[in-house]
């Protein structure tokens, strides 16, 4: 194999308790004259987040405008309000103050405000973009690792049923993510717990592959895993703790910024990839929808990629290696379910609050192949009856 | 502990078989016009390795002058000389084929290109660099790290005793690094050891600290260290095995780009500064002067740094959690010692071909002040007695 990547890391992180105090500072350093503050539901207006960055804002004597109400699965129609407001503005830099809902909707308005014709068509694949105007982080849930990558996720809302479709560019990583641990501990258990199975799902996409991988990196993805798993487990005690904030907060980066995936061929996103559809028809918790189905799928690929499920389980799992590398294999599956539970995730589509009918199984499936491609993955290359096999083992467990 | 800490890795790595060939593309993505063509004794030229990279440059439409001759522990003069050099041809973008001391005098170049007065006042600490022009890498070695680092060391050979002497700015990292680990294959094993033994140190450098650090972080350095020793003991038998090429050639960046010290307080390099005053006086090989000191330094510190010394030998040696941390931490260092032995490096000064008298000791402790402070390290925190220690418990031993 030849191992060939390119890897380029342009976002300036910085990261501290006093992290957020530079962000005015940052966006003139970027050439921002006018910025567009673009947030969520609220919760930085309750928990004095959006005060904290507005008063660097002032401090560095950088305008801006405001646009909050982004949903989880952001939406396409809030892209369009954000480029219109920008171009109404004046606004020259998009800075995004959340977690991976806001950075991707901020990052789709910025390429909405460079292009002509519909930032849609991005999306629908028909087109790419040659520009994107600058995107800031200001970043309070580490889970999607948006701030440090090139990826954008949008729902287009304006459809039935509604179309989640990606598009990834290098033109749009941020020019810089603030990370300020404290900001993420006044999350929801459940969202800390599915953030964490967020970051370790970025990392494991790209440790499981039939095409070959550097050693070097796989055993970066072992460490990474093996720190998230620690530190999820141990968040759920004790939701305060700066260090373990502040481990899963950088592994958040690392994990979705390319380096995991560093001389991996392939990859395997399709439990990524099903998960996207279960999220667009029934709004779920992205990283709880992944937990509910990951299980499913390990078992259902696990025979077709023996090598890497025996490395995940004794490097990351801590199972023994009991000889029987099928029994081994199996141990580490069902000890990530465990884990899953143990820190109040899903193990399965009931649990998630999700049951789906036979045709409902079937429109996500369709929808997983207008979305992807008729077939997907590495570690075992899925079908559309792969697709609904996995799904409906998820929904009958 | 608050664990701030700023991280950008702007060097755009282009990594695999056929990288190279990209070389001339880059240079003009970059604007380089004319490019100083900057290597070493000759191997590039005897390998093939300078005519591909002509050859590309040439594809390309890019013209350029030539500068070889650069030495390990490379010297001020050459920095003179590529200065004068691009002045009177007109280059404005360094193109650096080979390793670190390559790399290193080309940055300099770059530095003293586009900087009033004399480039070896920042080495000297009397100054700071505003600006600094493009620089590129081919590699040829793996072991610096400095393709994708802020750090520059250059010899000031115009002095008697020679300055060794270092300066890092992140306006200095490449803009690119061409990595194709076929290029290290014609490497000799000594080489290849010390090269091996260089980046494993730049990783300790950070991991060994009393002043906290990340878990996330502790945990990439442990799986890099595990990395780089299995595949040196691979190389010794199998110096042409492409994936373990490319492991060592990767983690040779990673380990000295930042990533291994994100969230580190302080970190330790007494024996860096104690080998390159070694490496000033004697002229050694950097990654054999490294493994020469490293276990007299360990055995000197261990006690006041027991926390990492122990997850050091037990996550990386693989050395047995005996339940009596002195003996298992003395074990660690010992395995160390037997893995420098097994790749064919040193393990005192004797066996690097060095026996320095007590006043050459006292002299490169004096210089290593002089280059220094006089407290360094934290590990444990070292003064000129200690300095004088470690460096006659490595020549007694």
Redesign the interface.
């Known amino acids: 194999?030849?191992?060939?990547?390119?890897?380029?890391?342009?976002?300036?992180?910085?990261?501290?308790?006093?992290?957020h105090e530079k962000t005015g500072a940052l966006v003139k350093e970027c050439g921002g004259t006018k910025v567009l503050l673009h947030y969520g539901s609220g919760s930085v207006v309750r928990n004095g987040v959006l005060d904290l960055v507005k008063a660097s804002l002032d401090a560095a004597g950088v305008p801006y405008a405001e646009l909050g109400g982004v949903v989880p699965n952001p939406h396409l129609s809030k892209v369009y309000e954000g480029i219109d407001l920008c171009r109404k503005e004046g606004c020259d830099f998009i800075l995004a103050v959340g977690g991976g809902s806001v950075i991707d909707s901020s990052k789709a308005i910025a390429y909405g405000l460079r292009c002509e014709g519909d930032v849609w068509d991005l999306f629908d694949h028909k087109g790419t973009a040659a520009d994107c105007a600058p995107v800031g982080v200001v970043l309070t849930i580490a889970a999607s690792g948006s701030e440090t990558s090139n990826s954008c996720v949008i729902t287009n809302d304006l459809v039935e049923p509604h179309l989640k479709r990606w598009y990834d560019s290098e033109i749009a990583r941020a020019r810089f993510a603030v990370m300020n641990p404290e900001f993420t501990m006044t999350l929801p258990a459940y969202q800390t717990a599915a953030g964490c199975a967020d970051i370790m799902m970025h990392t494991m996409e790209r440790y499981f592959t039939n095409g070959g991988s550097?050693?070097?990196?796989d055993?970066?993805c072992?460490?990474?895993l093996?720190?998230?798993k620690?530190?999820a487990l141990k968040l759920v005690g004790d939701p305060d703790d700066?260090?373990?904030r502040?481990?899963?907060m950088?592994?958040g980066s690392?994990s979705h910024d390319g380096?995991m995936g560093?001389?991996c061929v392939g990859g395997d996103g399709v439990c990524h990839n099903l998960e996207h559809e279960v999220g667009a028809l029934f709004g779920v918790t992205h990283g709880a929808g992944l937990c509910a189905l990951w299980c499913h799928w390990a078992r259902y690929v696990h025979s077709e990629c023996m090598y890497k499920f025996k490395r995940f389980a004794v490097n990351v799992m801590g199972v023994a290696d009991t000889g029987d590398d099928e029994r081994t294999v199996l141990a580490g599956i069902d000890a990530m379910e465990e884990f899953f539970r143990a820190i109040g995730m899903p193990t399965n589509l009931r649990e998630l609050g999700v049951e789906p009918t036979e045709e409902e199984i079937r429109q996500m499936t369709r929808m997983c192949v207008a979305s992807n491609a008729p077939e997907i993955g590495s570690a075992k290359v899925f079908r559309e009856e792969d697709m609904v096999k996995v799904y409906q083992m998820a929904a009958e467990a």
């Open positions: 194999m030849s191992y060939g990547f390119e890897f380029c890391l342009p976002t300036k992180v910085v990261f501290g308790r006093d992290a550097l050693e070097i990196t055993a970066l072992e460490a990474l093996r720190t998230v620690d530190a700066y260090e373990t502040a481990a899963v950088w592994a690392l380096l560093c001389g």
